[in-house]
Each structure stands twice: as C-alpha cells, then as structure tokens.
C-alpha cells in the first residue's frame, strides 16, 4: 500500500466546503448568491470525484486496479439514478429546499465517516511497511 498521508484535508472544513455552500444554496433566494455558490459547488464536486478516483487507484494494488475502478464506477454511475429518484420524491414531499439541505447534511455526514476510514486505513499502512 503506499503512502496515502497527502489525502488528509488540513481541517474538517476543507473536507466539506462543497456540501456547505450546497446546504447554502438551498436556502439562498438571491440569483447573485446562488449562482457563485453553485459555481463553487460544483467546482467541489470535481475535486471530490478526482480525490475519490486517485485515493482508490493509490491504494489498491496494480493487479486489481482495473476490477477495482470497474467496480467503483458502476457503483457510483449506477447509484446516481436511485439518488435522483429520492432527492425528488422528497422534494414533492417536503420542498426543494429542505430537500438540498438534508443531501448536504448526508454529505457531511459522509465526509465524517470517510475521514475516520481514512485514518484507520493510514494506521493499518503504517503497521504493516
């Protein structure tokens, strides 16, 4: 496994800044506002994905790589349609807006649960090489 120590963010904000100003733009009734929030969103979301995409080849041998990434890309493809279906049902039910502030709470959430994972795999890497 190889050093995977340059993936930690510098601060628990940084590790979540596109699901807060998603959180924001839920609440935003300002197209000025909203517009450079979504901008900003959107601009995390690439990173996220990158980060995502480089951690997992990183760590995962040379020989599985290929079934790895395969398998990461169906899951995430193939979980995207399931996500939307529920985002708007639970709008019609409860607003859009609330909606778009409970996806960036389950964001932060997820960003929580993969920075302990994180640590808990660098641990593992540095008891074993």
Same mark, same amino acid.
């Given at each position: ?21 998603? &959180? ?17 969103? $959107?601009? +995390? ?42 985002? $708007? +049902? ?13 996806? +960036?709470?389950?964001?932060? &959430? $997820? ?17 074993? $090489?």
């Amino acid at each position: 496994m190889r050093n995977i120590i340059r993936f930690r963010p510098k601060s628990f904000l940084d590790a979540t800044r596109r699901d807060w100003q998603f &959180a924001a733009f839920a609440f935003s009734r300002l197209l000025w506002l909203s517009i450079p929030l979504m901008v900003i969103t $959107g601009f +995390g979301f690439m990173v996220q994905v990158a980060s995502s995409n480089t951690l997992l080849q990183t760590i995962v041998d040379d020989s599985k790589r290929g079934r790895v990434m395969s398998f990461f890309l169906m899951c995430y493809f193939g979980t995207t349609p399931f996500g939307s279906l529920i985002a $708007g +049902g639970l709008s019609e039910r409860i607003g859009a807006p609330l909606t778009l502030a409970a996806g +960036g709470a389950c964001c932060v &959430a $997820g960003a929580l649960w993969f920075s302990a994972t994180l640590s808990t795999i660098h641990h593992a890497e540095v008891e074993s $090489g």
